[in-house]
């Protein structure tokens, strides 16, 4: 077993969050996060994948998806 450490607290940890379901229930969209020891900074990145898990595909990196029902069928929540 590893040693917890205040770095394995921080930068060993990984984030999904904020599931959105497409509006025929086949696809999944979230968010990921996690710290970048190197970079000094968070990371967020959006994922695309079938419902059951499979075909999954990195998107954006930005935060808070949304699914839209028009064309690209993701939208983009702007931090207020």
Do not use: C
Not at 2 to 27: F, I, K, N, W
Request: net charge negative.
């Amino acid at each position: 077993m590893a040693r917890l450490t205040p770095d394995a607290l921080v930068y060993g940890l990984h984030s999904a969050g904020d599931p959105q379901l497409s509006p025929d229930g086949t696809r999944v969209l979230y968010a990921s996060g996690a710290a970048d020891k190197d970079a000094d900074r968070g990371t967020s990145q959006i994922w695309l994948a079938d419902r059951d898990g499979s075909r999954l595909a990195l998107w954006l990196f930005v935060f808070a998806p949304r699914i839209s029902t028009g064309p690209p069928n993701v939208a983009e929540q702007q931090a207020k």
